[in-house]
């Protein structure tokens, strides 16, 4: 058996605050915006936000979705459509900003066959990459390494999305 250390699971593991979490979808986020911190939701519009990925491909994986329950890329309005596209541009910037990355990946997935693993909800993946970002670990360990905690991340993250609103 292999034992990977990750003591900030804890933290998790005791939070009382776990009641932020919607059970039924994660992208299914609601009006109220106090337990956003706790949801990893980085930027609101009026139709569709950021969250950051909570088991990330790389750090700063983020997540752009539209408020509504959609499953399908040709149900979204014009305008759902637009506010989308112009927040995959928006965290493109803050994450070059912030975090440097020398290329990223920028996709949707539709279905379970395309590797959706939330198949009702699109949402589209931006994942910062660098050169050497994959190692070793993921071939001989089948494990990723993620060198910055998600809190970390979260707060560099949301001041420089704040920094946009003024």
């Known amino acids: 058996m292999k034992s990977i250390w990750a003591p900030w699971r804890m933290e998790y593991i005791l939070d009382e605050n776990r009641h932020c979490q919607n059970t039924d979808c994660v992208f299914c986020i609601g009006e109220e915006t106090d337990c956003d911190p706790e949801k990893l939701i980085l930027w609101r519009s009026n139709q569709t936000f950021v969250i950051m990925n909570r088991f990330p491909y790389n750090n700063g994986h983020l997540l752009v979705a539209p408020y509504r329950h959609v499953a399908d890329l040709c149900e979204l309005t014009t305008d759902e459509n637009r506010e989308m596209s112009d927040l995959i541009c928006l965290c493109?910037?803050?994450?070059?900003?912030?975090?440097?990355?020398?290329?990223?990946?920028?996709?949707?997935?539709?279905?379970?066959?395309?590797g959706a693993g939330i198949t009702d909800h699109l949402h589209w993946h931006l994942v910062p990459r660098w050169q050497g970002d994959n190692n070793f670990m993921p071939v001989l360990g089948e494990t990723r390494v993620i060198p910055q905690h998600l809190a970390t991340t979260f707060d560099m993250l949301s001041k420089a999305f704040s920094r946009r609103m003024k």
């Open 92 to 114: 493109r910037e803050v994450l070059q900003e912030t975090m440097a990355p020398q290329g990223m990946n920028v996709g949707l997935n539709l279905g379970a066959a395309a």
